[in-house]
């Protein structure tokens, strides 16, 4: 017999599998607000979930990529993010807020991988050397130098503690409102202040300014 999580993951596949091949069938679905299709996936209702992933899958894999700098494991993060969503559609008391509460199971998530890989890495048993995805990271228009800065930034957050390197990147990275980033890493907003002044602070006695030359 399949243990709760893998049928939890083959249910989810079925769904994913779903949201391509019916994507034109709920049109009238599709056009519901987030409230409204959590009402019916508490129901028992996929269709309604589905949506949901469709409609928030890419913000999650987002904020999985930015928090650690890289790629690896986002899929399954987004994948195992989204079923804790939808085994615990019930403790989810505004359904307004599904992103949100999506978004702090992804943060959830994130930090047991980035503490396991710094443990790892203390221990001398690898982890932590993935490469930074730069050009996800980056925009379109930054240049070599920009590009450096950014990769010493994330090689200086990997040495920080799960917690400060998750405050600091969902405010100076993600650009989110104190509240939210509160809310999303599940601390007090003190709590969030003092994370984020503390990666700062490591950050501003770290940093090494980086001159590229641009090539001619």
């Not at 779903?18 to 019916?40: F, I, P």
Request: contains cysteine; proline residues 2%.
């Amino acid at each position: 017999m399949a243990s709760a999580s893998n049928t939890a993951r083959q249910r989810f596949r079925l769904l994913q599998g779903g949201a391509a091949a019916g994507a034109g069938a709920g049109k009238g679905q599709s056009e519901l607000e987030d409230r409204q299709l959590v009402a019916l996936a508490k129901d028992g209702d996929l269709g309604a979930f589905e949506i949901l992933y469709r409609r928030h899958a890419g913000f999650a894999m987002n904020l999985a990529v930015r928090i650690q700098g890289n790629a690896t494991d986002v899929e399954d993060i987004v994948h195992d993010g989204f079923i804790r969503a939808h085994q615990r559609l019930a403790d989810l008391r505004e359904a307004a807020a599904f992103k949100s509460w999506l978004g702090a199971i992804i943060v959830s998530l994130v930090r047991t991988r980035l503490r396991r890989s710094r443990m790892l890495t203390t221990l001398g048993l690898g982890g932590g050397n993935d490469p930074v995805a730069l050009d996800t990271l980056a925009s379109a228009e930054a240049g070599p130098e920009a590009r450096a800065q950014l990769a010493q930034v994330y090689a200086l957050l990997r040495t920080l503690p799960a917690d400060d390197r998750i405050a600091w990147t969902l405010r100076s990275v993600q650009q989110h409102k104190l509240e939210e980033v509160a809310e999303l890493a599940g601390c007090s907003l003190a709590t969030a202040k003092r994370r984020i002044r503390r990666a700062q602070d490591f950050l501003n006695d770290h940093f090494v300014p980086t001159d590229v030359e641009e090539s001619t």
